[in-house]
């Protein structure tokens, strides 16, 4: 078991991909704080977790509040000692090309993807160079590795999601805290309902994904949940500063 005894703090884990590399953490003997803005699909999580045997909790935390956010990553390490892995995952994806994105839309989207994550770190980072290190991983998408048509909020915040992970593992290597983005291609979870409805329905979707991912298929949230098991645990330990694209071969 790659994180027994570690302690692994997972935003917008209520759903999807963060629910899924939860639950793979704590296969691996983690414990883990589930956290998002709704706190029952949080809670129904944790719950699947501890009743498979594992160990978790549940914590309703919207990440755009920057004292909660902090102050759950606080009382994450005042109840367990010490903090080991910060998976900070929560996105919101905006559609539309320069005229059609509304400027409170655009700042949204900067919030979520790129703020939420500095003062996520920022909480993180104080808690991890007392023990020693620690691993940090913050959502990205392949859509931090190319561009998207017709997708300016979320093709720039993305973009600087690895600027700012580069940065961040560039000032804090010899603290022994690593930093690495995760870059996902498609993964079918509700995460998509926006494009879909841009590319006009299911059916439109499945088409895209069939024709254009190279491997012809969405990933599963289980293929990604690999990768963040990889970049929490000390498999990955002398790498940081780098983007994991697990994406079917997308953005080649
Ligand atoms: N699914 C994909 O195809 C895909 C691909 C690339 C990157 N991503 C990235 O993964 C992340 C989410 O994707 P997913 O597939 O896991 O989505 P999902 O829709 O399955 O889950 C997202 C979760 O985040 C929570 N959330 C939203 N806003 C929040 C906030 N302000 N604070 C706390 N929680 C919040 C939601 O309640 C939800 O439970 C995003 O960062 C996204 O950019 C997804």
Same mark, same amino acid.
């Given at each position: 078991?790659?994180?027994?005894?570690?302690?692994?703090?997972?935003?917008?884990?209520? =759903?999807?991909?963060?629910?899924?590399?939860?639950?793979?953490?704590?296969?691996?003997?983690?414990?883990?704080?589930?956290?998002?803005?709704?706190? +029952?699909?949080?809670?129904?999580?944790?719950?699947?977790?501890?009743?498979?045997?594992?160990?978790?909790?549940?914590?309703?935390? +919207?990440? @755009?509040?920057?004292?909660?956010?902090?102050?759950?990553?606080?009382?994450?390490?005042?109840?367990?000692?010490?903090?080991?892995?910060?998976?900070?995952?929560?996105?919101?994806?905006? #559609?539309?090309?320069?005229?059609?994105?509304?400027?409170?839309?655009?700042?949204?989207?900067?919030?979520?993807?790129?703020?939420?994550?500095?003062?996520?770190?920022?909480?993180?980072?104080?808690?991890?160079?007392?023990?020693?290190?620690?691993?940090?991983?913050?959502?990205? =998408?392949?859509?931090?590795?190319?561009?998207?048509?017709?997708?300016?909020?979320?093709?720039?915040?993305?973009?600087?999601?690895?600027?700012?992970?580069?940065?961040?593992?560039?000032?804090?290597?010899?603290?022994?805290?690593?930093?690495? =983005?995760?870059?996902?291609?498609?993964?079918?979870?509700?995460?998509?309902?926006?494009?879909?409805?841009?590319?006009?329905?299911?059916?439109?979707? #499945?088409?895209?994904?069939? =024709?254009?991912?190279?491997?012809?298929?969405?990933?599963?949230?289980?293929?990604?949940? #690999?990768?963040?098991?990889?970049?929490?645990?000390?498999?990955?330990?002398?790498? @940081?500063?780098?983007?994991?694209?697990?994406?079917?071969?997308?953005?080649?």
């Amino acid at each position: 078991m790659d994180l027994q005894s570690k302690i692994a703090f997972v935003t917008g884990a209520g =759903s999807g991909i963060g629910a899924a590399g939860a639950r793979k953490m704590a296969s691996e003997g983690a414990h883990v704080v589930v956290t998002d803005r709704d706190g +029952d699909a949080a809670k129904a999580v944790a719950d699947a977790i501890t009743g498979a045997g594992h160990k978790a909790e549940a914590m309703t935390l +919207d990440v @755009t509040d920057d004292a909660a956010l902090s102050g759950a990553i606080d009382q994450t390490v005042a109840s367990h000692g010490k903090l080991d892995v910060l998976h900070s995952h929560a996105g919101i994806q905006i #559609e539309g090309k320069l005229e059609q994105v509304a400027v409170a839309d655009m700042d949204a989207s900067w919030n979520l993807n790129v703020r939420a994550h500095f003062v996520a770190a920022q909480a993180a980072v104080r808690h991890m160079r007392k023990q020693g290190g620690g691993s940090i991983i913050i959502t990205s =998408s392949n859509s931090g590795v190319q561009y998207d048509r017709e997708m300016i909020a979320y093709a720039t915040t993305k973009h600087a999601v690895l600027a700012m992970t580069r940065q961040m593992a560039a000032d804090y290597a010899h603290e022994n805290i690593r930093f690495n =983005s995760l870059c996902p291609g498609f993964i079918d979870t509700p995460f998509n309902r926006g494009f879909e409805i841009q590319m006009g329905g299911r059916d439109k979707l #499945e088409e895209y994904i069939s =024709s254009e991912i190279p491997m012809g298929r969405f990933g599963t949230v289980e293929e990604i949940a #690999e990768g963040i098991v990889y970049l929490a645990s000390d498999r990955s330990s002398f790498m @940081t500063g780098q983007a994991l694209v697990i994406d079917g071969g997308e953005c080649i």
